[in-house]
């Protein structure tokens, strides 16, 4: 027996016969004889379903996630509300395709509608797409949507201080194009401010920044909104959602566009994926918007209805013109971000962001009082924050692992420009104090 | 303007209510301003929604029962195999020693996805005939992209940079030529010929040392095998370039005929069409892309390799086109494709090829008598219909027999593509749909046809049975509402 | 269909009014009937200048987004005010419609314009090629 397949020996008979066919090999008759395959796959025979689980089941084992994690730099652990899981076990929703027949898809497209509500709350801005494929991507897609929306550009400056897989996949996306990128340096940690606008000229459409940035610190950006704009550019804003529970929004700092991704609000690590991108902007930057967007109209009796809008932006129509070749959006992913922010509400996010800062500053205290470790720079974080240990990260880590911990992201390995020493912390609310009192214990040991 | 009971959470928000209880902190918390800047922090209150738990569930839950899955029902949209979505798959992707794993963590605690990411990208390459590849890539149109800049570091090594030209057939999806120009290329249009298929005087023209090459799928979005494949491959080889595979139409093949063996450098697959993975509504999906020998040494990194001791992530790749996504892919796809191909095997998968192309066979031969086969000759997995004699006659649409087929529970198929078709009905059954299924279909489609004649406001009228009627779209575009406003509140 | 005589057409479906130094420019009858209920333009700022058969403008409906050329080179002098409220009136008075006017030196591009006669066999031709 083979698995999912309901033809019997009868019923594939009675086909043949209908479809006018001898035998099922006829069905290949148009095929080249020597590329039909005469030998079976080198891969093994088919399995049932409860060796299939037997064998993912050994696999799982080959995983190690007991140790209680510090590590951050893009992907968090977090609570995640029961109420997630459960809504996307509904297959009504993970079983659907994409829903361009909108009048039997109103749940996804009501669900990504509120998902777009949601994050537009978030970010303090007033338009925002179904999501992309994550937060480094985004990042792309808001540049591309800058250099679309400013005349005669072709300059993106963008921070040092972006997250490094973020400004990697900056320049492979735009290796190929006529775009010229370039670096802003960082001023202790945080963006140089006075850099970035000395830099600002003709032709540059936008710029981009992070914040909390690669090294989890807050950039201040008072006042940089007006002189980019002076400037005719777009300020672009990368940030962690669920850090916007109570940091202010890229909206209120002047942003035109806001990125980032949403994993922490609702999925696991899942070893990177899947995340999901967001993309906010303001009104006027709409109709420029890469992929998905679920609009509200009306049905023809006056009802309101749910439907995907503006697809004439997209590859299916505009096909080579297409500003961006993106199709899907992360739909099941979105909604668990969705499903999330229900769960929590405006005060519920309030309150998960202050344990995230409470919980890394008491960390970040207890071991730059009690240990020889060192603040890498002196600037304000949210939930993670980098230190300088007395020896190399790497001669820590595994001692570390064997208290029980994953001690924290080695930055030298992300960015060879950083100390080999530099540890990168994240904590968030989901960390007890238990486990941080262990920490620094197992640190004191680690370092003596 | 009713609502007919169906609110948004927004609009079920009640303040004070909370529908998630967080642990206490345990740790002091010291005054903000201590902390932080005021500047720092946010003025503006989001306005999140504030409901209760059960609010949530019973929103969410009131949500899918408006929403259709394969779970429900038959699924024949061409060119998106909305095949079933094993439960074994969900299942094993729960595991939480797959769900915790932190994508930093040191590799010698994360063997068992390694191991699962090798051994899948080594059974995905056998079963297309291809050297190693990639699993980086999120979705099937990102796949295209990353081929392309395949081709462009490719030709760029070997000093070739005035290969500038894509040609891609006239049948293509959108994204082959949107990928193509976003990695730098010009993208050329080739012709299909009567038969459906490329056409060699069309492909011909193009042959000259600017040609970088062609993106295909194969069979081809009219369900065609281009039976010139050989033919092709070796005339773009012999002037240089190379071909690039949409493998969106695996499912026809599959266990078959393997794209490398007929001559393709670079073929990308999406997991959540062929390998069984749910299409969540719009994704996350997985687009891996396989390559030829030729472009190893091009591919994104991080790479997933074994060594004597393990697996590892390898970045050490001086030639590679760079990083595409921020980690390694949709690991979470990724589980769930194994499984599937656990359970499949060797035999399995190339009976889905074979049941495939007989399901969409069968109805070919059973609906052609009630509606124009533009194409009518042995297909693969998928099939065209035209309701342009409908729409001249009686002037019914496909539009408005796709929305009919929404009445009967069914979700129409892939329609107005390709372009190439007019009043275009791609049909594509799946293997793992039964004769009864199909034969169900039939009638549906049969009755609709003679609706279409006797009736034909049943159409225009229809869908009367979903949660709403159909929607104007000229509305949505002319007044963009994309999100739901606080003062709307009553 | 329909195709005013005291126009000139482009191949790709623009009509072209000239008022002295001045090039009016709209889509034709044909162009919106292909393109169904017209929802937004894209239109350019005055003042901008633009190349010869430079894409100055976009016609979205809901199914395409038609790009508009300018057949010659110079400056938007004005953009039509109605189109931002009613994009509908493209479908309406297609040729009443026009979407901008743009101030030109060198009138050559003009040349390479249809009358009405020649446009009407080439729509004719593209019709047949569906």
Redesign the interface.
């Known amino acids: 027996m083979i698995a999912y397949l309901p033809h019997t020996e009868e019923d594939i008979k009675t086909m043949l016969v209908a479809a006018g066919i001898n035998d099922i090999e006829q069905l290949f008759a148009d095929i080249p004889r020597e590329l039909v395959l005469s030998k079976p796959l080198e891969i093994p025979e088919g399995l049932s379903e409860f060796e299939v689980y037997r064998r993912m089941q050994a696999l799982a084992a080959g995983n190690r996630v007991e140790p209680v994690s510090f590590l951050g730099c893009g992907s968090y652990q977090h609570i995640i509300p029961s109420a997630v899981a459960h809504v996307l076990s509904r297959s009504e929703f993970s079983t659907s395709y994409t829903p361009y027949q909108a009048e039997m898809s109103q749940g996804i497209l009501q669900g990504i509608f509120e998902f777009q509500t949601m994050i537009c709350e978030l970010t303090g801005m007033e338009v925002a797409n179904a999501s992309l494929y994550d937060g480094h991507t985004a990042a792309s897609e808001a540049a591309v949507l800058a250099l679309n929306s400013v ?1 005669h550009s072709d300059t993106i400056l963008y921070s040092s201080t972006l997250h490094p897989f973020t400004r990697q996949v900056l320049k492979t996306h735009f290796s190929n194009l006529p775009v010229h990128l370039e670096e802003v340096p960082a001023d202790n940690g945080t963006t140089d401010l006075e850099q970035l606008v000395e830099r600002l000229r003709p032709g540059v459409a936008g710029v981009v920044l992070q914040s909390p940035n690669n090294l989890g610190y807050i950039e201040d950006l008072s006042g940089l909104a007006d002189r980019v704009h002076e400037n005719g550019s777009l300020l672009i804003v990368s940030a962690n959602p669920l850090s916007l529970g109570l940091l202010k929004s890229p909206g209120e700092w002047g942003a035109d566009i806001a990125v980032g991704d949403t994993q922490p609000l609702g999925l696991p690590s899942y070893f990177g994926g899947p995340s999901v991108g967001y993309i906010t902007a303001t009104e006027k930057l709409l ?1 420029k918007m890469p992929g998905r967007i679920a609009g509200q109209s009306l049905d023809r009796e006056g009802t309101r209805a749910f439907l995907l809008t503006l ?3 997209e590859q299916h ?2 096909r080579e ?1 297409a500003t961006s070749n993106i199709c899907s959006n992360q739909a099941l992913a979105a909604l668990a971000t969705t499903v999330y922010l229900a769960s929590l509400g405006r005060r519920g996010i309030r309150e998960v962001a202050e344990q995230n800062l409470h919980k890394a500053h008491y960390l970040h205290g207890r071991l730059l009082k009690e240990t020889p470790v060192l603040a890498l720079h002196n600037r304000q974080f949210f939930n993670e924050f980098p230190v300088v240990l007395p020896k190399k990260v790497a001669e820590v880590l595994s001692g570390m692992e064997e208290s029980g911990f994953f001690a924290g992201v080695e930055l030298h390995c992300l960015d060879p420009l950083m100390p080999e020493e530099a540890l990168l912390i994240a904590v968030t609310e989901r960390r007890t104090r238990e486990e941080m009192d262990r920490y620094v214990e197992a640190m004191k040991e680690a370092l003596s | 303007m009713s609502e007919k009971n169906n609110p948004l959470i927004f609009e079920l928000s009640k303040p004070g209510r909370r529908g998630y209880r967080l642990p206490d902190l345990d740790v002091p918390a010291g005054e903000l301003s201590s902390l932080l800047d005021p500047g720092l922090l946010r003025e503006r209150e989001p306005k999140l929604p504030e409901v209760s738990e059960i609010d949530v569930i019973r929103h969410y839950t009131a949500l899918s029962r408006r929403n259709y899955g394969v779970d429900l029902g038959f699924y024949p949209l061409g060119s998106c195999t909305m095949k079933y979505n094993p439960k074994i798959n969900e299942q094993v992707a729960a595991f939480e020693a797959f769900q915790q794993l932190h994508p930093l963590q040191p590799e010698s605690c994360a063997q068992g996805t390694l191991a699962l990411m090798h051994e899948l990208l080594r059974q995905l390459s056998e079963v297309t005939g291809m050297s190693w590849g990639t699993l980086q890539p999120f979705a099937g149109a990102h796949g295209e992209f990353t081929g392309m800049k395949l081709f462009k570091a490719c030709f760029q090594k070997r000093g070739e940079s005035g290969r500038t030209k894509v040609l891609v057939p006239d049948s293509a999806h959108g994204t082959n030529p949107a990928s193509a120009h976003l990695a730098g290329f010009e993208v050329v249009e080739v012709h299909s010929d009567s038969r459906g298929l490329v056409s060699l005087e069309s492909l011909k023209e193009h042959l000259d040392e600017t040609l970088a090459g062609i993106m295909m799928t194969n069979p081809n979005t009219l369900g065609l095998f281009e039976e010139d494949i050989l033919e092709i491959s070796r005339a773009i080889h012999d002037v240089g370039g190379l071909l690039y595979y949409d493998g969106a139409n695996l499912n026809a093949i599959v266990g078959k005929v393997r794209p490398g063996d007929m001559g393709f450098d670079v073929v990308h697959l999406n997991l959540h069409k062929t390998f069984s993975t749910p299409h969540g509504g719009g994704g996350p999906g997985c687009g891996p892309v396989l390559v030829s020998e030729t472009l190893l040494p091009f591919l994104p990194v991080p790479d997933v390799v074994k060594r004597g001791d393990g697996y590892h992530l390898e970045n050490n790749r001086p030639d590679s086109i760079g990083r595409l996504s921020g980690f390694y892919g949709n690991v979470a796809v990724m589980v769930r494709a194994y499984a599937y191909l656990l359970a499949m095997g060797r035999d399995g998968l190339a009976r889905v090829g074979e049941l495939a192309v007989l399901n969409a066979n069968y109805l070919k031969e059973r609906l052609k008598d009630s509606y124009e086969l533009p194409y009518d000759r042995l297909c693969k997995h998928e099939f065209v219909l035209s309701a342009r004699g409908l729409k001249e006659k009686l002037g019914v649409t496909a539009l408005d027999v796709a929305k009919r087929l929404l009445d009967f529970g069914i979700h129409p198929p892939t329609v107005y593509f390709p372009l190439i078709v ?1 009043e275009a009905l791609m049909i594509e059954p799946t293997e793992t749909e039964s004769l009864e299924v199909l034969d169900r279909f039939v009638q549906v489609m049969k009755t609709i046809a003679r609706e279409a004649a006797e009736s034909p406001e049943t159409l225009k009228q229809a869908p009367t049975s979903t949660p709403v009627r159909r929607i104007d ?2 509305l949505a ?2 007044k963009p509402i994309v999100r739901w406003h606080p003062e709307e509140q009553s | 269909m329909e195709i005013p005589k005291d126009l000139k057409y482009a191949k790709t479906h623009e009509w072209v009014r000239v008022e002295g130094d001045v090039a009016y420019i709209g889509i034709s009858d044909y162009a919106q009937e292909e393109l169904g ?1 017209i ?2 333009v ?1 239109m350019p700022a005055a003042g ?1 200048s633009y190349q010869k058969n430079e894409e100055a403008a976009t016609v ?6 038609s ?1 508009i050329y300018t057949p010659v080179a110079g400056t938007i002098k004005e953009i039509n005010p109605e189109l931002e409220n009613a ?2 009136s493209i479908n309406q008075k297609p040729y009443q419609a026009f979407i901008f006017a743009i101030q030109f030196s060198d009138a050559s591009g003009l040349d390479e314009l249809l009358d009405a006669e020649s446009y009407q066999k080439h729509v004719e031709q593209e019709k047949a090629g ?1």
């Open positions: 005349r109709r697809q004439a932006r129509i505009k013109r | 007019q779209e000229v575009a002319r | 209920d929802v937004y894209e901008d979205e409906s809901v199914k395409a987004a790009a994009p509908e569906h």
